[in-house]
């Protein structure tokens, strides 16, 4: 069974400072979405990275993917407040099943 | 454009009862996937759509059911209502680019069972 542990799973840090956020996998997958979803709403999908070694940036979001696809990380540089919610990392499973992880949940304090 | 939605956003129904929930894609979108969002826990893959036709399942009991009509829009359907089934019930419906399937997702349906 493929699993995706995120770590931390929690998160509470201070307007303007930096974090970074863990996406684990013992299994390969062929492609790693990384979402945002806040309280009562669904997820937003903020990035797609498929090749490993791959870098993507969004903004203050950096977006990592492992060399070897099995671990992905988000670096955001200056938090602010509006960054708060639930942060999910999602991989593509070989049978095209989409397996989500534990879910990081952050709260940046003005 | 529009996004992915869904109805009813909220439900509450008690034990025994069945559910139906709507989901309509994005247009030009033909896969649609429904999970599960327990209280606390993360999203758990329930049902997937494509072309009409049901792709994968999850790891739940057949009272979890749907379907995908012509237009693409779905529906979860859900009998003998447990209350461990009280959760926000999101749909997303993607499009394939190359190898890549983007998932957008609509704003839940949340399902309380009383």
């Known amino acids: 069974t493929q699993l995706l542990e995120q770590s931390p799973q929690f998160l509470s840090i201070q307007e303007g400072e930096n974090l970074t956020v863990y996406c684990n996998s013992s299994s390969v997958f062929s492609s790693l979405q990384w979402y945002r979803q806040e309280p009562g709403e669904g997820p937003v999908l903020l990035v797609t990275?498929?090749?490993?070694?791959e870098v993507k940036k969004l903004k203050r979001l950096t977006f990592q993917f492992g060399d070897a696809r099995k671990v992905s990380s988000l670096h955001i540089t200056a938090a602010q407040p509006g960054d708060t919610g639930l942060y999910l990392c999602?991989?593509?499973?070989?049978?095209?099943?989409?397996?989500f992880g534990t879910g990081t949940r952050l709260k940046v304090l003005a | 454009e529009a996004g992915v939605t869904q109805s009813p956003t909220h439900l509450i129904k008690t034990r025994g009862q069945q559910v139906t929930l709507r989901c309509s894609p994005i247009?030009?979108?033909?896969?649609v996937y429904w999970y599960q969002q327990a209280l606390g826990l993360g999203l758990q893959f329930l049902l997937w759509?494509?072309?009409?036709?049901?792709?994968n399942r999850g790891n739940f009991p057949p009272r979890f059911s749907g379907r995908q009509f012509p237009n693409y829009s779905s529906e979860l359907n859900v009998n003998a209502l447990e209350l461990e089934d009280s959760a926000l019930y999101l749909c997303a419906s993607s499009l394939a680019v190359g190898l890549v399937y983007e998932q957008y997702f609509g704003p839940g349906t949340r399902l309380t069972v009383t």
């Open positions: 999602a991989g593509l499973s070989g049978t095209y099943k989409y397996i």
């Open positions: 759509y494509d072309e009409g036709e049901e792709r």
């Open positions: 990275v498929v090749t490993g070694g």
């Open positions: 247009s030009g979108h033909t896969s």
